[in-house]
């Protein structure tokens, strides 16, 4: 069949009431409304930490360079940053490249909370931060350059041969747990820990912006308990409907959620709450509230170790490992994607009840 020509579509003009846009390059206010689409869907906690690491960069360039910081930055700098932050193995000991008038006055000005170099993980979150600053803006990227990216490649590997592993919160697995448990009273406060501890821990190890953000009109009752859907997550940041959002609070933890919310009258928005004088439910907790109730509670309950409100979703996929659940069912709860970061949670500890850890007693 011969083609045919296809007559181009002529749309009748639209009535001059705004200017023609300029397709090679957005108007102000749409270049000021995807900022803002921008901004409006990352997390609070996330929003915080970039806000910090620019917060850092801006002061340590100010003080090696004199200048206020632009974009893009030139590579030199990036190398620059990275020796100066990063801990080398030197004749005298570990080393690094920062004047310490430098790091004196970081510390006096609140831009870093104490002298000496920093974690390798807030090292490399600082150029990740700088890296995603580039890319947004529509800048040539210095964090993808070769040498960069050779060099912390390279640092890691230097970090890993010293055995500087990464800090981890402590698992709370149930023994700890049911002792943090213990410390809740049947007082309104009490009430609220117990629920909001039993609700973290047993929706699968929920991080602590997810415990905030929890919203009552997300909780449905069941004959055994309830069913809360999360609606948005770290790995849900669309809010599309997955079946594996849907996470079971039964037993103690549905019986504690119950008890809450008869106690508090929470009707609508937040299922935690503060909780002011006179046993007045006031407005929603925050994520670092989460955070301290679990330190707190685990303080009141006298448990050994470095836990933090992380310690719910390490300890949840920890016990999990101790009682060999399968690593499917597992990740469905918790709402992990990658096998490995969930393996990363499963503490040594996991192993003590494996057969093979006593292979040379069988007979």
């Known amino acids: 069949m011969a083609s045919e020509e296809v007559e181009p579509?002529?749309?009748?003009?639209?009535?001059?009431?705004?200017?023609?846009?300029?397709?090679?390059?957005?108007?102000?206010?749409?270049?000021?409304?995807?900022?803002?689409?921008?901004?409006?869907?990352?997390?609070?906690?996330?929003?915080?930490?970039?806000?910090?690491?620019?917060?850092?960069?801006?002061?340590?360039?100010?003080?090696?360079?004199?200048?206020?910081?632009?974009?893009?930055?030139?590579?030199?700098?990036?190398?620059?940053?990275?020796?100066?932050?990063?801990?080398?193995?030197?004749?005298?000991?570990?080393?690094?490249?920062?004047?310490?008038?430098?790091?004196?006055?970081?510390?006096?000005?609140?831009?870093?909370?104490?002298?000496?170099?920093?974690?390798?993980?807030?090292?490399?979150?600082?150029?990740?931060?700088?890296?995603?600053?580039?890319?947004?803006?529509?800048?040539?990227?210095?964090?993808?350059?070769?040498?960069?990216?050779?060099?912390?490649?390279?640092?890691?590997?230097?970090?890993?041969?010293?055995?500087?592993?990464?800090?981890?919160?402590?698992?709370?697995?149930?023994?700890?747990?049911?002792?943090?448990?213990?410390?809740?009273?049947?007082?309104?406060?009490?009430?609220?820990?117990?629920?909001?501890?039993?609700?973290?821990?047993?929706?699968?190890?929920?991080?602590?912006?997810?415990?905030?953000?929890a919203q009552i009109e997300n909780l449905r009752r069941v004959n055994e308990g309830y069913l809360y859907t999360m609606r948005h997550s770290k790995t849900n940041q669309t809010g599309a409907a997955r079946p594996e959002d849907v996470k079971p609070l039964l037993g103690s933890a549905g019986q504690a959620m119950q008890a809450w919310l008869a106690a508090s009258q929470v009707r609508s928005g937040a299922l935690f709450r503060r909780i002011r004088k006179g046993d007045r439910v006031a407005e929603p907790l925050s994520a670092s509230a989460v955070r301290r109730i679990v330190i707190e509670r685990c303080a009141l309950a006298g448990v050994e170790g470095d836990f933090s409100a992380h310690s719910l979703r390490s300890g949840f996929v920890t016990e999990a490992g101790r009682r060999n659940m399968p690593l499917p069912d597992t990740m469905a709860l918790t709402g992990h994607r990658s096998v490995t970061t969930v393996l990363g949670y499963f503490r040594a500890e996991s192993s003590l009840a494996s057969p093979l850890a006593r292979l040379v007693d069988d007979e």
Do not use: M
């Not at 749309?11 to 102000?28: K, M, N, Q, V």
């Not at 004196?104 to 600082?126: E, I, W």
């Not at 149930?174 to 009273?185: F, H, I, M, R, Y």
């Open 9 to 213: 579509v002529v749309l009748a003009p639209a009535p001059r009431r705004e200017p023609l846009l300029d397709p090679g390059a957005l108007s102000r206010l749409a270049q000021e409304a995807a900022d803002e689409l921008l901004h409006e869907g990352e997390s609070a906690n996330t929003l915080r930490s970039y806000q910090s690491a620019l917060r850092y960069w801006s002061a340590w360039y100010a003080a090696r360079y004199g200048q206020s910081l632009r974009l893009p930055v030139a590579t030199p700098v990036i190398v620059q940053f990275i020796v100066d932050h990063a801990e080398r193995t030197t004749r005298e000991g570990l080393a690094f490249q920062l004047p310490p008038a430098v790091d004196a006055a970081l510390v006096a000005g609140g831009y870093k909370a104490k002298l000496g170099a920093p974690s390798l993980n807030t090292l490399v979150h600082r150029l990740s931060v700088l890296s995603k600053a580039h890319q947004i803006a529509g800048q040539p990227n210095p964090c993808a350059d070769a040498l960069v990216r050779e060099l912390v490649t390279k640092t890691r590997r230097a970090y890993a041969k010293r055995g500087a592993l990464p800090h981890k919160q402590q698992a709370l697995t149930k023994e700890p747990l049911q002792a943090v448990l213990d410390t809740c009273d049947e007082s309104l406060r009490g009430q609220r820990d117990r629920a909001l501890l039993l609700f973290a821990w047993s929706t699968g190890g929920r991080r602590r912006s997810e415990v905030a953000s």
